[in-house]
T-cell receptor, first 117, second 111 residues
Framework: ETGVTQTPRHLVMGMTNKKSLKCEQH?????MYWYKQSAKKPLELMFV???????ENNSVPSRFSPECPNSSHLFLHLHTLQPEDSALYLC????????????????FGPGTRLTVL | GQQVMQIPQYQHVQEGEDFTTYCNSS?????IQWYKQRPGGHPVFLIQ?????EVKKQKRLTFQFGEAKKNSSLHITATQTTDVGTYFC???????????FGKGTSLLVTP
């Protein structure tokens, strides 16, 4: 629908598990983002990548580890998560990194609903 | 980063009533965007406003950018149940690499 896909759509994991979230954009964009959305703090930016290079890391705990092997794919590796990490994890992309004077439509994927038990 | 305050946090209207959400900044904005997120869905881009005093319409939705480029509004005329969702404004910060999103206004429309 939006050209950004995410898998899995739902994930339940224990605190000792290791899992990965995958995002793929089919839009030919150069910038990709990870957001966390929970009821208490909507749309928290986690990571920003531009042409596979991480350009922003918003004080995210090390139990979240991003990976961007190419400009179309973005992963979020999860390990030893806490119950408070339960949230909707959204991937997004833009044509290029933020253009302060230009057009910055952000395309979001459907998200992964993560529950940590 | 450049922060925006969005009000109200929640709004509950009867179908057919109008609805407005506001986004305010203490500093001048280069542009502002609006997104809609349906329940269980993901944010979807609606529009970007750039010019001072700009007004754009999309069917029953009217978007305005203030003359001083410090505030914006989204107005829905004669709401329908399909308008249910959370409406976010987003602004380009003076520094950093990603948009700053407001906390959103959740709209509930009852028939």
């Amino acid at each position: 629908e939006t050209g950004v896909t995410q898998t899995p759509r739902h994930l339940v994991m224990g605190m000792t598990n290791k899992k990965s979230l995958k995002c793929e954009q089919h839009l030919g964009h150069n910038a990709m983002y990870w957001y966390k959305q929970s009821a208490k703090k909507p749309l928290e930016l986690m990571f920003v990548y531009s042409l596979e290079e991480r350009v922003e890391n918003n004080s995210v705990p090390s139990r979240f580890s991003p990976e961007c092997p190419n400009s179309s794919h973005l992963f979020l590796h999860l390990h030893t998560l806490q119950p408070e990490d339960s949230a909707l994890y959204l991937c997004a992309s833009t044509q290029r990194l933020l253009d302060r004077e230009g057009y910055n439509e952000q395309f979001f994927g459907p998200g992964t609903r993560l529950t940590v038990l | 980063g450049q922060q925006v305050m969005q009000i109200p946090q929640y709004q509950h209207v009867q179908e057919g009533e109008d609805f407005t959400t506001y986004c305010n900044s203490s500093t001048t904005l280069s542009n502002i965007q609006w997104y809609k997120q349906r329940p269980g869905g993901h944010p979807v881009f609606l529009i970007q406003l750039v010019k001072s005093g700009e007004v754009k319409k999309q069917k029953r939705l009217t978007f305005q950018f203030g003359e001083a480029k410090k505030n914006s509004s989204l107005h829905i005329t004669a709401t329908q149940t399909t308008d249910v969702g959370t409406y976010f404004c987003a602004v380009t910060p003076n520094s950093g690499y990603a948009l700053n999103f407001g906390k959103g206004t959740s709209l509930l429309v009852t028939p």
